[in-house]
């Protein structure tokens, strides 16, 4: 229980730029729908196409994040209470050393990158999404004192040496991640190896990490187009090298090779694949590749759905599903 007592969280500060962060009861149920619905919803009055690099597209992207925010409060959250077996397979999960503290570090990453922005618009979005990264961070703080969940003691987590490269890490990291947990969640609430209660508590935290994917594949087009050819080709270098960093992690290897212990993160074993793997873990049905990657795929549409289709949606892990899936088939 030690580990769990250090994980008592300092209060959450306020979001950066004013954003307002409201305490919910039981009684403001409207309120919460108002929220969630918000969350997921969202136009921009400016007519025309939003060109990347454009005014009027800075302008759209930092709307969107902003209007868009969530106000829910970890600290109401009210954790159902698990059975003996529910509580056993929540607790065998390999993921809840590796959730946390890439939580911690993700938003160091954005908040180091944020603050070496120079636009302010864009750096106020990164900084909201740093700290957003944080709420989720304590939520996971939450849920493992709240079941005894036993965790190593978390690593510092330093500043980002390189910003940029930091940054481009992290969101393209989220953008794998989250395309995956999005058909998971599903294929867990379908399952009910788990109470319907403690699956839908991640709900928003599922929807906030689709604004932030939204939010970095428009930073990326906005940059690229800010940058002239020859800036541009070391930016698409760098882009490149994270994909093969991310590719390279994700098969283990980097693992194999230093131990376990990597970017400052615990040694602990612990399954990084599990976003690929995971449906053996969320259910108790043989869930073939197809039905994940299908279930990813769909999932992934209807989060997006909601906000403005003029703003860009990561592609590159939907193109590669649909070609693993035409190679399954």
């Known amino acids: 229980m030690e580990a769990v007592e250090s994980l008592r969280r300092v209060p959450l500060p306020p979001p950066p730029g004013g954003l307002p962060l409201a305490i919910f009861n039981a009684v403001e149920a409207g ?16 007519e025309g196409r939003l060109k990347p690099g454009s005014a009027q597209h800075a302008e759209a992207v930092a709307r969107m994040f902003q209007e868009t925010f969530n106000p829910y409060r970890p600290s109401i959250i009210a954790w159902p209470k698990l059975s003996g077996r529910a509580r056993d397979r929540l607790v065998s999960l390999p993921i809840w050393d590796i959730a946390v503290q890439t939580e911690g570090k993700a938003s160091q990453n954005m908040q180091g990158y944020a603050d070496s922005e120079s636009d302010p618009g864009w750096k106020l979005c ?6 957003e990264e944080r709420r989720h961070k304590v939520v996971l ?3 493992v004192a709240a079941y005894g969940i036993e965790l190593e003691p978390e690593p510092p987590y330093p ?18 991640d989250s395309f995956f947990a999005f058909g998971l969640y599903v294929i867990a609430q379908r399952s009910g190896m788990f109470p319907q209660e403690l699956v839908e508590v991640f709900e928003p935290v599922m929807q906030e990490e689709c604004r932030h994917i939204l939010l970095f594949a428009n930073w990326v087009a906005a940059h690229r187009a800010s940058l002239n050819p020859f800036q541009r080709i070391w930016f698409e270098l760098r882009v490149a090298a994270v994909w093969v960093f991310l590719a390279w992690e994700r098969m283990g290897i980097a693992r194999g090779m230093d131990g376990g212990g990597r970017d400052g993160l615990a040694s602990k074993p612990r399954d990084n694949n599990f976003t690929l793997t995971g449906s053996k873990a969320v259910s108790n049905q043989d869930v073939s590749i197809g039905e994940v990657l299908r279930t990813c795929l769909s999932e992934n549409d209807r989060r997006f759905a909601g906000y403005d289709e003029r703003l860009l949606r990561p592609t590159t892990v939907p193109v590669l599903a649909r070609l ?4 399954v088939k």
Not at 159 to 169: E, F, G, Q, S
Not at 324 to 327: K, P
Request: some cysteine; aromatic content about 12%; hydrophobic content about 45%.
């Open 159 to 176: 500043a980002p040496r390189d910003p940029l490269w930091a940054y481009l890490v992290t969101g393209y990291s989220e953008c794998i």
């Open 126 to 131: 990164v900084a909201q999404n740093a700290w």
């Open 324 to 327: 693993a899936l035409r190679l």
């Open 31 to 46: 309120k919460v729908e108002a929220a969630d619905y918000g969350a997921r919803h969202w136009r921009s009055p400016i």
């Open 141 to 143: 703080h939450d849920m």
